[in-house]
């Protein structure tokens, strides 16, 4: 069974097949729910789900390859053949999907000439390596092996990037030789320079917008003239950066009817569609993006609900019954459908009885490093979390203190004191000091997101450059990574009721007698991450719009679940609250 094209429609095995696709993560979703998100896809009336595949997750050191778990990439698509899904998969390697560093591996970027998405060869050994092992698991899943992967993208929107041929020919042409024969395309903004850079002559295009789908699929014929349309990304809702109010459209809008009567608009053209997303799911750990080139740099929230037909949880959104009600004008779709919410509980208030500093626990968590400067995260072998640096410097002495090339924030202290904070999407990275002595100068900087998207990509994180005072650099440094990737050495005591200043862990008890999907609030709770039995939840912010973590059922167990929350800057109350609905904003 070929996917291929007649000069108006997809054919299927040679039958006429308009491609009814939505976009799901599997690594942004619970094993145990892919069922459950499918099949919801199913009675929609689907007949596809599209996934990326997030290499930096599945190479996160160079030459270790993970295929487990949330990764297990091979039971996802068997599912959704189960399922009766077709699977359109977009290996990348490069994903944007508001995925730190649009899913490249940050140990790209210890290599200080690194150019990514191009000919660099370096960069390209890399992508082959990755190739080799990935792309065997999904060949004997194609459509043409009597699989249900009908298609597979090449790169992902490169004319929003570049225009390197030899790097596309050289992802096309690695495809082919992995034994990939199936349909392959790319998908681009609907604009002359994205079609222009970002497209092969043999290679099918497709394009992806919101709105105004007339516009954009005329776009399109003036560089494909004949061939199916479609829109491999209808964005169905849009994301959240901290500090905005939640989206519901790309455009800002609170309706969706814009977006309705554009779904109208595609279908009476007759074109095939992908909706983005269709179910979003969680950026948990780390995972998260960030947006920068050319606006200030902004990082990308937990949650990844996207406002789209099946919400955080799995629960259908007014999307879902609106989208569907324009579908069954034009296609034929179950006429029944049994999608039911998943459990909700609130379990209450829980108190946090335990409590450690980070200063205090840094031998435990990180292998401190001699440095002669303040070099990025990356030089050191790190790829998420944290990372403090620590120095002497003399006095007395008055002046500026600079981070230059802070990426993202840092919290300053002297002899274990707070004296300010620096952002870099404000741009506020220096501070006057009055140093009367000798003292201990540490830097605590967070990793908020890697740029996923534009010309900001290669984006290191910690200090880029170094620190100054009056435009001397300090140098001696020692450096302590702060992956958090094992917490198991902190050493707990009783909570310390006196308001803490301090970056402090606090570990908490939740007993749960049937487990339940719930939402994590921190009322009083300033700014941090979360983990609950081992698994980080993710990042929270007082500053929202997001003010829930989503808690999935299967990471819960019965009796007791342990609960430790890294706090940065301190806490008003030491109470956190497990509720049956989310709030995003």
Request: with cysteine; charged share 20%; hydrophobic share 35%.
């Given at each position: 069974?070929t996917?291929?094209?007649?000069?108006?429609?997809?054919?299927?095995?040679?039958?006429?097949?308009?491609?009814?696709?939505?976009?799901?993560?599997?690594?942004?979703?619970?094993?145990?729910y892919?069922?459950?998100?499918?099949?919801?896809?199913?009675?929609?009336g689907?007949?596809?789900?599209?996934?990326?595949?997030p290499?930096?997750?599945?190479e996160?050191?160079?030459?270790?390859?993970?295929f487990?778990g949330?990764?297990?990439?091979?039971?996802?698509?068997e599912?959704?053949?189960?399922?009766?899904?077709?699977?359109?998969?977009?290996?990348?390697p490069?994903?944007?999907?508001?995925?730190?560093f649009?899913?490249?591996?940050?140990w790209?970027?210890?290599?200080?000439?690194?150019?990514?998405?191009?000919?660099?060869?370096?960069y390209?050994?890399?992508?082959?390596r990755?190739?080799?092992?990935?792309?065997?698991k999904?060949?004997?899943?194609?459509?043409?092996?009597?699989?249900?992967?009908?298609a597979?993208q090449v790169?992902?929107?490169?004319?929003?990037?570049?225009?390197?041929?030899?790097?596309l020919?050289h992802?096309?042409d690695?495809?082919?030789?992995?034994?990939?024969?199936?349909?392959?395309?790319?998908?681009?903004g609907?604009r002359?320079?994205?079609?222009?850079?970002?497209?092969?002559?043999?290679?099918?295009?497709?394009?992806?917008?919101?709105?105004?789908?007339k516009?954009?699929?005329?776009?399109?014929?003036?560089y494909q003239?004949?061939?199916?349309l479609?829109?491999m990304e209808?964005w169905?809702?849009?994301?959240?950066?901290w500090?905005?109010?939640?989206?519901?459209?790309?455009?800002?809008?609170?309706?969706?009817?814009?977006s309705?009567?554009?779904?109208?608009e595609?279908?009476?053209?007759?074109?095939?569609?992908n909706?983005y997303?269709?179910?979003?799911g969680?950026?948990f750990?780390?995972?998260n993006?960030?947006n920068?080139?050319?606006?200030p740099?902004?990082a990308?929230?937990t949650?990844?609900d996207y406002?789209?037909?099946?919400?955080?949880?799995?629960d259908l959104?007014?999307?879902?019954?609106?989208?569907?009600?324009?579908?069954?004008?034009?296609?034929?779709?179950?006429?029944t459908?049994?999608?039911?919410?998943?459990?909700k509980?609130?379990?209450?208030?829980?108190?946090m009885?335990?409590s450690?500093?980070?200063?205090?626990?840094?031998d435990?968590?990180?292998?401190v490093?001699l440095?002669v400067?303040?070099?990025?995260?990356?030089?050191?072998?790190?790829?998420?979390?944290?990372?403090?640096?620590?120095?002497k410097?003399?006095?007395?002495?008055?002046?500026?203190?600079r981070?230059?090339?802070?990426?993202?924030?840092a919290?300053?202290?002297?002899?274990?004191?707070?004296?300010?904070?620096?952002?870099?999407?404000?741009g506020n990275?220096?501070?006057?000091?009055?140093?009367?002595n000798d003292?201990?100068?540490?830097?605590?900087?967070?990793?908020?997101?890697?740029v996923?998207?534009?010309p900001?990509?290669?984006d290191?994180?910690?200090?880029?450059?170094?620190?100054?005072?009056?435009?001397?650099?300090?140098?001696?440094?020692e450096v302590?990574?702060?992956?958090?990737s094992?917490?198991?050495k902190l050493?707990?005591s009783?909570?310390?009721?006196?308001?803490?200043?301090?970056?402090?862990?606090?570990?908490?008890t939740?007993?749960?007698?049937?487990?339940?999907?719930?939402?994590?609030?921190?009322?009083?709770?300033?700014?941090?991450?979360?983990?609950?039995?081992?698994?980080?939840?993710?990042?929270y912010?007082?500053?929202?719009?997001?003010?829930?973590?989503?808690?999935?059922?299967?990471?819960?167990?019965?009796?007791a679940?342990?609960?430790?929350v890294?706090?940065?800057?301190?806490?008003?109350?030491?109470?956190?609250?497990?509720?049956?609905?989310?709030?995003?904003?």
């Amino acid at each position: 069974m070929t996917l291929t094209t007649s000069s108006t429609q997809f054919l299927l095995n040679e039958k006429p097949f308009r491609i009814l696709s939505g976009a799901m993560h599997y690594f942004r979703v619970v094993p145990e729910y892919w069922r459950d998100r499918l099949e919801k896809m199913r009675a929609f009336g689907l007949n596809t789900v599209e996934t990326y595949v997030p290499w930096n997750l599945h190479e996160p050191r160079p030459g270790e390859f993970h295929f487990d778990g949330m990764l297990d990439i091979v039971k996802f698509i068997e599912t959704a053949n189960d399922v009766g899904l077709k699977v359109i998969v977009r290996p990348g390697p490069y994903i944007c999907s508001e995925w730190d560093f649009g899913g490249l591996p940050s140990w790209l970027l210890k290599d200080p000439d690194m150019q990514i998405r191009c000919a660099y060869p370096p960069y390209l050994a890399a992508v082959d390596r990755f190739f080799d092992v990935l792309l065997p698991k999904l060949a004997p899943f194609q459509s043409t092996k009597g699989g249900p992967i009908i298609a597979m993208q090449v790169e992902n929107e490169y004319g929003s990037y570049g225009n390197d041929k030899v790097y596309l020919r050289h992802l096309t042409d690695g495809m082919r030789s992995h034994g990939i024969d199936s349909f392959l395309f790319t998908s681009d903004g609907p604009r002359d320079i994205c079609l222009q850079g970002g497209t092969l002559p043999d290679v099918f295009k497709t394009v992806n917008f919101a709105f105004d789908a007339k516009e954009a699929f005329a776009k399109l014929r003036e560089y494909q003239p004949d061939g199916p349309l479609m829109v491999m990304e209808f964005w169905s809702g849009w994301f959240d950066h901290w500090g905005e109010p939640h989206h519901i459209s790309e455009d800002g809008s609170e309706s969706i009817q814009r977006s309705l009567d554009t779904l109208n608009e595609i279908l009476a053209m007759g074109a095939s569609i992908n909706f983005y997303m269709f179910h979003g799911g969680t950026n948990f750990g780390f995972m998260n993006g960030a947006n920068c080139d050319p606006s200030p740099y902004q990082a990308d929230v937990t949650s990844y609900d996207y406002a789209c037909p099946l919400s955080e949880s799995g629960d259908l959104s007014p999307r879902y019954e609106g989208y569907r009600e324009v579908l069954k004008k034009y296609v034929e779709i179950p006429a029944t459908f049994d999608v039911r919410p998943s459990t909700k509980r609130a379990y209450g208030s829980i108190e946090m009885t335990e409590s450690v500093g980070l200063l205090e626990s840094l031998d435990g968590l990180s292998q401190v490093r001699l440095s002669v400067n303040a070099h990025p995260m990356e030089m050191y072998d790190q790829d998420y979390g944290f990372i403090l640096y620590r120095t002497k410097v003399t006095g007395p002495r008055m002046g500026i203190l600079r981070v230059r090339g802070l990426h993202d924030r840092a919290q300053v202290f002297i002899n274990g004191e707070l004296v300010d904070v620096f952002d870099r999407e404000s741009g506020n990275e220096y501070s006057a000091v009055d140093i009367v002595n000798d003292v201990q100068l540490d830097i605590l900087v967070e990793n908020m997101g890697r740029v996923n998207f534009g010309p900001a990509m290669l984006d290191r994180k910690g200090i880029t450059d170094g620190v100054t005072i009056n435009d001397q650099y300090q140098f001696g440094w020692e450096v302590f990574p702060l992956p958090l990737s094992d917490l198991s050495k902190l050493m707990f005591s009783e909570v310390n009721t006196a308001p803490q200043h301090q970056p402090t862990f606090y570990r908490g008890t939740l007993q749960v007698d049937e487990p339940a999907d719930t939402f994590l609030a921190l009322p009083g709770w300033t700014k941090g991450v979360v983990w609950l039995n081992g698994f980080n939840l993710g990042r929270y912010w007082e500053r929202g719009a997001q003010k829930t973590l989503y808690v999935p059922a299967p990471l819960l167990k019965r009796g007791a679940n342990e609960l430790i929350v890294f706090e940065l800057h301190g806490t008003g109350q030491l109470t956190v609250e497990f509720r049956a609905a989310p709030e995003l904003g």
